[in-house]
C-alpha cells in the first residue's frame, strides 16, 4: 500500500491539519454547486458555456472575460475545482494551501511559500491567473499561460480519478487494520503497510491511551536522543516524548516522530527498542476487548465520516465532468 505509506507516512516540513484540508474542500464545493447553481440547471445559457468548456469550444482567459458577458458562474466554478484539486496533491490533511474568507472573497496561502492569492468569485482577472498559473505549475511543472481550457479539465479529471481510487485503498486498508490491528506486528508484512498501519493504530487510540504509550516509550530511550520535529524543532527526545500532554495535535505531532525512530531514521538499536516497545505495548493494550474495540470504531468511523464521505463526493464530481 504505498499510496497509503505515502500519505500517512511523516513527510517533512509537509505539517498535517484536517482542519485546514476540510475549509478548502468546503469553501471549493461550496463555489462549485452554490455560487455556480446555473451552470447544473438544463436549458441555461451558462449550463451551456459550461458544456462548451468540456467540449474544447471555449477557453476561459482575462480577455475572454471582458468581452463576453455571463461567464461569471463558469469562472466561479473553475476557481473552486483548481482550490480542490491542489489540495488533494498531499493527500487527506496534508493540503498545500490554506484558503480564508475575506470580505471580497477568499484569500489563498501557498504553505510552501510566502505568495497569497486574492480570490475573487466569478472574476476572472490578475489574481485569478496566478491561481491558473498554480494550478499549472503544480500538474505539469511550469505555466506558460493563464488560460484555462478543456485540457485543464481533463487533468482535474484525471486528478478526481486518481485520489477516488487511491481514497478506495486506503478506506479498505483502514478497516482492515480496524478488523484487527494486530496484524500490523505480523513478522511477513511490509515496510509500507507496517508504517501506515502503525501510524492509523497509534492515531486511533484515546488521547489518554496514546499519551501513555509516547510516555512509556520515551522512558525507555537514551537521555542524550536528539531528534526534528515535523516542524524541524531539534528535541530531545526522551523529554518531549515523557512530556505528558492530551492535546491532539501535539499528540499526533509525536506519534509522526515516533514513525520516524520506527522506521529506522536512527541508529539501529533505537529503532530497535521502539519495535520492541510499541509491539509490548499494543499487545497487552489490546488484550483488552473494551479497547480493542473502542480502536475499531475510531477506525472505521474514520473510514466512513472522512475516506467515505470524500469518495461519494468525488464520485459526484466526475459524473459531472
Known sequence: MNATTQILNLLENTKFSAENDLAVWQIGLDMIFKQSAR??????????????????????SRPAWQKTKGLEPLVVFVQGSVLITLSLLNGIGRSPIAV???????????????????????LFDAETEKLVQEFKHSFF?????ADFGKNDLLIIKETLKETLARLKNEKAFMEKIADNPLQIFAPNISEENLSGGLFLAISALPAETMNALLMQIGSYLPGELEAKTENRLSVNVRTYF???TLDLPELFQKARLLLKLYSGKQRTIITIIVREKVRDFFQELLASTEVKQQVK???NATANEQFGLRIQILGG????L
Open 39 to 60: 451552470l447544473w440547471e438544463k436549458g441555461t445559457k451558462e449550463r451551456q458555456l459550461l458544456l462548451d468548456l468540456l467540449g474544447g469550444k471555449i477557453i476561459l
Open 100 to 122: 480564508q474568507k475575506t470580505s471580497s472573497g477568499y484569500k489563498m496561502k501557498i504553505l510552501s511559500k510566502l505568495q497569497s492569492i486574492a480570490i475573487t468569485p466569478g
Open 141 to 145: 511543472g511550469r505555466a506558460l499561460d
Open 242 to 244: 515523557t512530556t505528558s
Open 297 to 299: 470504531n475510531n477506525l
Open 317 to 320: 464530481l466526475l459524473k459531472l
